[in-house]
T-cell receptor
């Protein structure tokens, strides 16, 4: 299957700093990527849809000024958590759809664990 | 609004047992349904994807079935092994145009040796 990578795998930062997470499709192009957040022992919740060359679409309740998304190329989307606070600590996972196949299958990155002190 | 529910939330079985994980969804007009596996602290691994026109998909010891009319899918794991221990998630697209997924709460499986 298609491969999606994320960087970094985990990050610890002080409250008030900004953290950038990268999501890359390694062997396919993805015009659309998705960012999810997962709190401990909970399922994944969609945060936003990242569209190459245009603005991201945010889900209700997600602050677009706090979670900045940039999809500058067909293989890279970035999520920047601005002025991070302890409540932003979570597991962030991105996904992308491989349009080469006939199925609408999504492939997920390995996730990034963010801990804000 | 589509809601996805998984039962049971947690399951512990001895090695070798056959087991069934259940997934239900409220809106039967789905495009497809996907089963994932998630190991602790890790991302998601796609296990099986069933298109709306299909009734089941098989991969090794895994078999997933889909009954759109009743809003249900099951994941059958044959001859379970300790390495199968993980959280299993089912998900459906939020609409036919996009691919944003709505996830169930997951079933945490523990297979004891």
């Amino acid at each position: 299957g298609a491969v999606v990578s994320q960087h970094p795998s985990w990050v610890i930062c002080k409250s008030g700093t900004s953290v950038k997470i990268e999501c890359r499709s390694l062997d396919f192009q993805a015009t659309t990527m998705f960012w999810y957040r997962q709190f401990p022992k909970q399922s994944l919740m969609l945060m936003a849809t990242s569209n190459e060359g245009s603005k991201a679409t945010y889900e209700q309740g997600v602050e677009k000024d706090k979670f900045l998304i940039n999809h500058a190329s067909l293989t890279l989307s970035t999520l920047t958590v601005t002025s991070a606070h302890p409540e932003d600590s979570s597991f962030y996972i991105c996904s992308a759809r491989d349009f080469r196949g006939t199925f609408n299958e999504q492939f997920f990155g390995p996730g990034t664990r963010l801990t804000v002190l | 609004k589509q809601e996805v529910t998984q039962i049971p939330a947690a399951l512990s079985v001895p090695e070798g047992e056959n087991l069934v994980l259940n997934c239900s969804f409220t809106d039967s007009a789905i495009y497809n349904l996907q089963w994932f596996r998630q190991d602790p602290g890790k991302g998601l691994t796609s296990l099986l994807l069933i298109q709306s026109s299909q009734r089941e998909q098989t991969s090794g010891r895994l078999n997933a079935s889909l009954d759109k009319s009743s809003g249900r899918s099951t994941l059958y794991i044959a001859a379970s092994q300790p390495g199968d221990s993980a959280t299993y998630l089912c998900a459906v697209p939020m609409n036919n145009a996009g691919n944003m997924l709505t996830f169930g709460g997951g079933t945490r499986l523990m297979v004891k040796p």
